[in-house]
């Protein structure tokens, strides 16, 4: 399993540009960086290859959803298309957002699948994959997207191999349970996860999840992709990997 620091939820005390050199020494080998922008591309770039490290994946604006945003929307993206292209980041998660005030469900829906029908064929040359999450509606409450079915069925529709899955295991938990049952059914889909522990999002161990019976069941459907660690810890970082490396080995059975 291989296992990216997500530096906006890990690190958080340190100043941004110090986060790469803490995860590498904390025994990460990835990151993500949701929102980089406020540091050139070339910096980042050379801040990564001094740590070590691969760029998993970084997020456009979450507006995707906006009916009266689409140039902000689009600019965004290119935005976000462009560090990725720099950066050698394989994954750009083109964040739908909470529906607009104002905006019917229908609408904020509709405007979100157009923008990632237009987004995937801009980008179905570059190399780069794009993502599309769910969200529990206790922590994003109005987030457009709600269910790994109906992401699915955005990516599916946009008619391009390079559009999947952002499944998060900390969202579907809460807001769908039946987690491995549904992670099984969307593997084919799932480019990219993401995990923290409920009900608190911290790391894994510390909730509800059975996490033996997870990694089983992405070892057994070979799962080789990254796996983002979006959780507040609540003892240090390098401890915290450790015991998901363990949790990771462990047999389904104990």
Known sequence: MRFAAN???L?????FERRFDAAAAAGFTGVECPSPYSV????????????GLTQVLINTPGIACA?????????????ALDYATELNCGLVHVLAGARPDGVGHDRAF???????AWA????RDTGVRLVLEAQNKRDSPGFVLASQAQAAAVAEAAGHDHVGLLFDVYHVQLDERDLVNRLRAFLPRIFHLQLADPPSRTEP????IGWPVLFATLREAGYDGWIG?????????????TRLEELARCPASR
């Open 67 to 79: 009916p009266d945003r689409t140039t902000e929307f689009r600019d965004g993206f290119h935005q």
């Open 7 to 9: 530096l906006k939820w």
């Open 40 to 51: 050139p591309a070339a910096e980042l770039k050379r801040r990564l290859d001094d740590a």
């Open 205 to 208: 161990g510390t909730g509800e």
């Open 11 to 15: 690190f958080a005390e340190l100043p």
């Open 229 to 241: 660690c979006e959780y507040r810890p609540t003892t240090d970082i390098a401890t915290t990997l």
């Open 110 to 116: 509709a405007q979100f699948a157009t923008n990632i």
């Open 120 to 123: 995937a064929e801009r980008s």
